[in-house]
């Protein structure tokens, strides 16, 4: 006899340009009953999956999420990541408000690079190719150091799923356009480091088959940092790909700016209590394009996605040049 999923019920915060992207892949697939968490009044959402339920909450009241919590096996959340949007202090309430409402399952906003250090880490050591303390990734860390101390305690299990870099997260140009200046029309690209850096990629497809997968194996690999990609890319692949596929239109003009120097100077505000946009893509840009975020031993066998391969990779860097072309 098959044994019945342990997640049934899935709670979700976060509607984002990812987040209802990855939210529209989970709900196709009609393994949960999905219930999301919104803020403003429901009507007000659009192109929402119709097979979903829809609640309100107000973080000025924790009982409210408690309550919409409630007869949930797990939680999963996509938050966006900028300057002051307060990113930790959600995570934390809706981690403390899932222990209360009995939710075994919290899932964090991560899809990223390699902010928890697990990456190369082995039993004693940190994963080699992690951002010293910062206060960019500061608030990722709160959120993995509670889920830490929570889980060690029995109160909730989690888990993560880092994807490397994106590229075109949500079909808009702004994704490649915080780390590198891509401009189709005049055929120039601002690179940094010349977009030479490998770094893993991964497309949205296999992050939403990941996280299916992640949350109807619960609780096969709990409390455990998961790395996933399609496999390894450039920047300039991905100018490449748009000569390619603009074919003799003019060859483009390719220059660079240093990493080194941007993170320098961000580390120097940061250091006096300044935070600005442009800071937190100069600490941001260096786990995303300057070759930390590198998986060295990829999940995907355990999430049960295909192996990481130069076709699958080249198909992220081709989708990422088309939706610049759009």
Not at 24 to 39: P, W
Not at 129 to 144: F, N, Q, S
């Amino acid at each position: 006899m098959a044994t019945l999923p342990v997640i049934r019920n899935v709670a979700w915060y976060g509607t984002g340009r990812l987040g209802v992207q990855i939210l529209r892949h989970v709900a196709l697939r009609q393994n949960f009953t999905i219930t999301l968490l919104v803020r403003r009044e429901p009507t007000t959402y659009e192109n929402l999956p119709s097979n979903i339920i829809v609640k309100q909450i107000d973080f000025a009241e924790r009982s409210s999420i408690v309550d919409a919590l409630k007869g949930n096996d797990a939680m999963v959340v996509f938050t966006s990541m900028a300057p002051f949007n307060d990113m930790d202090g959600v995570e934390l309430e809706l981690i403390t408000a899932s222990i209360k409402a009995g939710v075994k399952f919290f899932i964090p906003s991560e899809w990223g690079p390699d902010t928890a250090g697990g990456n190369g880490a082995t039993t004693f050591r940190i994963g080699p190719d992690t951002l010293p303390p910062t206060p960019i990734i500061g608030m990722k860390r709160a959120v993995h150091n509670y889920l830490l101390a929570r889980s060690g305690e029995g109160k909730i299990d989690f888990a993560t799923l880092h994807t490397g870099n994106m590229l075109l997260t949500g079909l808009s140009s702004a994704d490649v356009d915080a780390f590198a200046s891509i401009d189709v029309q005049k055929r120039t690209a601002i690179l940094p480091d010349g977009g030479h850096h490998p770094f893993s990629v991964t497309s949205r497809k296999t992050l939403g088959t990941a996280l299916v997968n992640l949350l109807t194996k619960y609780p096969e690999n709990k409390n455990t940092f998961h790395y996933i990609c399609d496999g390894e890319a450039t920047l300039y692949q991905v100018v490449l790909a748009l000569q390619e596929i603009t074919g003799t239109q003019g060859q483009w003009d390719v220059s660079s700016f240093s990493l080194e120097e941007n993170k320098r100077k961000a580390d120097a505000n940061l250091k006096e209590g300044k935070m600005s946009l442009a800071d937190f893509v100069g600490v941001l840009g260096v786990p995303f394009t300057g070759g930390l975020t590198v998986w060295r031993n990829p999940d995907n066998s355990k999430l049960g996605l295909e192996d990481p391969s130069k076709a699958k990779a080249q198909e992220v860097v081709n989708e990422a040049a088309r939706i610049l072309l759009a």
